[in-house]
């Protein structure tokens, strides 16, 4: 890796890098907050340097890391930091009593108008998991083949979507699943053994009551 520390350097760049792959577009816009230990030391181990260069495609042994502003401000992207806990400001989906100390918020604008809001945490040695997506609880490492299927909180969702999985071979390794409440906006975020198709993303869009499917080819 590069960098002094595997939470605040290899695990931001992962987290930045995580961001980039579900943004699925070439991002021209980044607010970035900063909470707990990032915000504190985070400048002093390259953190801010780390989450940009992840998402600008690099990885946790990249030698361009330190040069990640330069390079964002070269490639057209406009980057902000920001520090809410100095400053005395709560999010409405953040709360500093359930919080992991090394948080990054993401709010992401592709260059063809693709949106982003993504949580994380850097959890120690590298990894990281991906707290919430878009204000929607989910809870994924990253490293495993993810699915999270947004849908309206009515029966036959779930047997609909790994219905197709199955038919696909595509073995399911973790399920978890999320709603805002009873009959209303739900999320299922599923982890595979195996990659899943581009075709197979669109037919589970396609299911009556589905609003949005985000995949994620997981890397180790």
Known sequence: MVGPSSSHTAGAVRMGYVALKLLKDKPVYAS???FGSFAATGKGHGTDRALVAGLLGMKSDDSRIPYSLNIAQDEGMRVF?????????QTADFHQGDMHPNTAVFNLQGEHGRKLCMQ???IGGGRIMVNKIDGITVNFSGEM????????????HVAAVTNLLFENKINIATMNLYRVGRGAYAVMVLETDQSV???IVC??????????????????
């Not at 083949?145 to 036959?156: A, E, M, Q």
């Not at 589970?204 to 180790?220: N, P, R, S």
């Open 32 to 34: 970035i907050e900063l």
């Open 145 to 156: 083949h993810t699915l999270i299927v947004h849908n309206y909180d009515t029966p036959g």
């Open 197 to 199: 198709d581009e075709k």
């Open 203 to 220: 037919d589970i869009e396609k299911i009556k009551g589905i609003i949005k499917v985000t995949y994620f080819d997981g890397e180790q």
């Open 120 to 122: 994380a945490s850097s």
């Open 81 to 89: 930091f920001e520090y809410p806990e100095n400053n005395g400001v």
